[in-house]
């Protein structure tokens, strides 16, 4: 089953992050890319920062566009990866093994995938 990892942090809590330390995390994460490589169906993206986000929303009469994310949580998602594990628990153990989560107000969100739309059919 495909599963997308969202990996997100806290940007005040990733500022304090010294550059080395950030560095060094990093190298575990290209390294734990490598490690899950036969998990992994689509790598993803790293996205770039949060001040560059727009968001399109709900406005009454027309969508609103506006700058920033607008998110009511203080995490924000830094990018994503769609694996392919056998479960919702094997797709949870590789995540547990995400290298950023040893820095505070990291996150890895855990979602299924839609891979079959017939349900939507009708």
């Not at 599963?3 to 560095?23: G, I, K, N």
């Not at 919702?88 to 093994?97: E, P, R, S």
């Amino acid at each position: 089953m495909k599963y997308v990892l969202m990996f997100t942090s806290t940007p005040e809590l990733d500022a304090a992050v010294p550059p080395e330390r950030a560095q060094a995390v990093y190298g575990r994460i290209y390294q734990w890319f490598a490690d899950n490589a036969e998990h992994i169906d689509d790598a993803g993206a790293e996205l770039q920062p949060l001040s560059t986000a727009t968001t399109v929303k709900h406005g009454g009469d027309a969508p609103v566009v506006a700058d920033g994310p607008f998110s009511e949580a203080k995490e924000v998602i830094g990018g994503f990866s769609v694996i392919d594990a056998p479960d919702l628990d094997a797709a949870i153990a590789i995540a547990k093994t995400w290298p950023a989560l040893e820095l505070p107000g990291v996150a890895v969100e855990v979602r299924p995938m839609v891979v079959d739309y017939s349900m939507f059919e009708q």
